[in-house]
């Protein structure tokens, strides 16, 4: 498995593997890396909806989505489809799947089936990092802001 970092703070490209026949040794190696890129974004795959809901297993339970129909028959996975004459994005602006939730999902596995020559791209951001490079009196009040809130 190679490991290449994409950016400096989040993202990072896995190359050399294939997660259908991945083993417990491979799906630790991934956790290790998602927890130190944030991202991870995995080419090539030919992968069954059986093997991608058994990957997504080897992660924790998994949060079925509501607000997609189903297809083909597998609740655990969300088809998200847009039209080339579909202007407005899905998901509008920056979001966090499923942050509503009492307990949300620890993240996403994201399967493109059919993509655009150009653009449709998916941005991921570094909320760790971005919090580093507040200063120490905004890191103090947004402390204080959340023990507050905990409070009421």
Known sequence: MQITPMAEH???????????????????????????????????????????IAFAKAWGGIDVNNYFPVNG???????????????????????????????????????????PPIGGDTLFSSMGAAYDALSDGMKKLLSAFNTQRCLN
């Open 73 to 115: 028959g597998y609740p655990e996975i969300a088809e998200v489809r847009k039209s080339e004459e579909q202007k407005a994005n899905i998901g509008g602006g920056w979001h966090t799947d499923h942050s509503f939730d009492q307990v949300p999902a620890m993240g996403s596995i994201l399967v493109a089936r059919e993509l």
């Open 10 to 52: 989040v993202g990072a490209d896995i190359s050399s593997i294939q997660l259908a026949s991945l083993d417990a040794g491979g799906i630790a190696t991934l956790k290790d890396a998602l927890a130190r890129y944030g991202a991870l974004h995995i080419r090539d795959q030919e992968i069954t909806p059986e093997q991608h």
